[in-house]
């Protein structure tokens, strides 16, 4: 029978969008501006109509995302032309506008004391290099918290997260001891892809993910923000197999 075991963290994956942006805000906050119309609503209806159709193996949202502005201009109330040039406009601004996006709840926090412990943190994300890079220098200029080379960006890598853990594994020297590393993102397919490789897998419900959604993949935990995670990664029970 397996037993759970106290097996430190050593290294924290992260996926990027939805877990240490708000891009869910960001994109929708950004419809909302150019339509004139209040923001809230605009992500009430963008949560309401992605998680109808959101799969628990879902590992990239961004043809949700720009269909989900789309229906939600529509669900305001705004006409089909109207529609489409919002969902035009954020399309092809969003790199440009990226500096506007914010952190999710807590997560400057957590970062900070992550690091503060020694441990080794990296990114790996479907979204490009410089849009990482502009909220890196925004919110963390000046930290040491991710060196370009603990960065693994869309078109860095393999299609499949896959790739980027077991670099890092291997970067880190924790091939042997899998568990000691864990990746942590807002989709049921980065709980997939740790889990095929065998690391420890952390869900955050701060993405477009609900609970019950990540629950069907089963991750090791879930947690509502990235500072709620830091508070417990260090004292965290993995199974001994």
């Not at 043809?63 to 032309?81: D, E, F, N, Q």
């Not at 952390?202 to 069907?216: M, Q, R, V």
């Amino acid at each position: 029978m397996p037993q759970l075991v106290y097996i430190p963290i050593k290294a924290i994956l992260f996926d990027f969008d939805g877990t240490l942006v708000d891009t869910k805000s960001f994109y929708f906050g950004k419809l909302a501006q150019y339509l004139k119309a209040d923001p809230n609503e605009a992500i009430r209806l963008a949560d309401e109509i992605t998680f109808s159709k959101l799969s628990h193996k879902e590992s990239n949202v961004k043809w949700h995302i720009v269909r989900t502005m789309y229906k939600v201009a529509r669900a305001l109330g705004y006409s089909r032309l109207l529609s489409s040039r919002a969902t035009a406009f954020v399309g092809r601004n969003h790199t440009k506008l990226f500096s506007d996006a914010k952190p999710t709840t807590d997560a400057l926090a957590a970062l900070k004391r992550l690091y503060g412990s020694n441990m080794k943190l990296a990114i790996i994300s479907y979204t490009s290099r410089k849009k990482i890079k502009i909220f890196l220098d925004t919110y963390l200029k000046g930290t040491k918290y991710f060196s370009e080379d603990n960065i693994l960006a869309a078109g860095e890598y393999d299609k499949h997260k896959e790739a980027g853990i077991i670099h890092f594994m291997r970067k880190f020297n924790l091939t042997q001891t899998p568990r000691s590393c864990a990746i942590v993102g807002d989709l049921g397919g980065d709980t997939i892809a740790g889990k095929n490789i065998g690391i420890t897998t952390f869900a955050l419900t701060t993405g477009f993910s609900t609970h019950d959604i990540l629950e069907k993949n089963k991750p090791d935990a879930i947690y509502d923000t990235l500072l709620e995670m830091e508070k417990s990664v260090h004292l965290f029970l993995a199974e001994e197999k």
